[in-house]
């Protein structure tokens, strides 16, 4: 796989004798609970996902699912242990269990029960730290769960401070979103607010340059060259709507993505890698 970070160091091999055996039981009460008014991300899927879970430890983990039939690997060995090290419950269940459980198309074999993921406060995104200025990303009207996943582990690794996302009409972190992301929803930061437009007037007078990526604008992606350095928030919309005529019209500036062939448009994750990673450029040759 291409562009890997450092590597950080597996647990130690150990057998699975640490896992309880616990063949076609039912949901505990950690599978039991009601759905989240908040961010979300109580039920983790995917073993990535699942394993960055427990090395974040930014949040309380109750209890892990692993397939009985499931195939011995690494990744299940590091999940195990982890899971040991912090004595977070591991069960053996049944791949019907677990399937029935699910709520993303390919588990792979395990998931996690854990407390909702910690709402970022929207003010603090807004403000400096040191000298690492604000890269915020905003999505407007995004209800795929597979893209926004995609695009959280995008903004992961391009650097991004924040991620800011609408309380309503949008997708939060569901099973999906957290197997997309891989991991990223354990450590980008995310803020609910209750209208973009409102959000992006207070990011303004807090002097955050906002630039809405829309592909009916004229301006090229690569304009956005002398802001990089500022703080800067990127607002994506879904593909085919776009951005909101509001969000548009409180924009600082309004670019796209070139499209040298055929196709007129990117879905919303491929335009958040193209966008993130230009401004992290920018700033990489700012600050080597």
């Not at 011995?72 to 982890?82: G, K, P, R, T």
Request: hydrophobic fraction near 40%; proline fraction near 6%.
């Amino acid at each position: 796989m291409a562009g890997r970070g450092p590597q950080r160091g597996r647990a130690p091999q150990r057998g699975r004798s640490t896992v309880r055996r616990s063949t076609d039981r039912g949901p505990s009460n950690a599978g039991k609970k009601s759905p989240a008014k908040g961010l979300g991300g109580e039920q983790v899927e995917g073993r990535q996902a699942v394993r960055e879970l427990l090395i974040a430890q930014r949040r309380k983990v109750q209890e892990i699912w692993i397939a009985s039939d499931i195939d011995a690997s690494d990744i299940i060995e590091d999940i195990v242990q982890l899971a040991e090290a912090s004595r977070v419950p591991v069960n053996d269940v049944s791949r019907r269990v677990l399937e029935d459980q699910a709520r993303s198309e390919a588990p792979q074999g395990v998931l996690a029960f854990a407390a909702s993921l910690p709402e970022a406060n929207f003010e603090s995104l807004l403000v400096a730290h040191g000298s690492r200025k604000p890269f915020l990303v905003a999505v407007d009207g995004v209800t795929d769960p597979g893209n926004f996943g995609a695009l959280l582990r995008c903004c992961e690794g391009a650097g991004v401070t924040g991620v800011v996302v609408p309380r309503h009409r949008a997708v939060h972190v569901t099973p999906t979103v957290a197997k997309s992301a891989a991991g990223a929803i354990e450590y980008v930061p995310m803020s609910l607010v209750a209208g973009l437009p409102g959000a992006i007037t207070q990011m303004r007078d807090k002097g955050v340059w906002v630039v809405g990526l829309d592909d009916s604008s004229d301006r090229p992606l690569f304009d956005i060259a002398n802001l990089a350095d500022e703080a800067i928030c990127l607002v994506l919309g879904a593909e085919g709507s776009g951005i909101s005529r509001l969000v548009r019209e409180r924009c600082d500036m309004v670019v796209s993505i070139p499209m040298m062939g055929q196709l007129g448009s990117l879905n919303v994750s491929a335009a958040a890698a193209l966008a993130t990673y230009e401004v992290a450029r920018v700033r990489a040759v700012s600050h080597p």
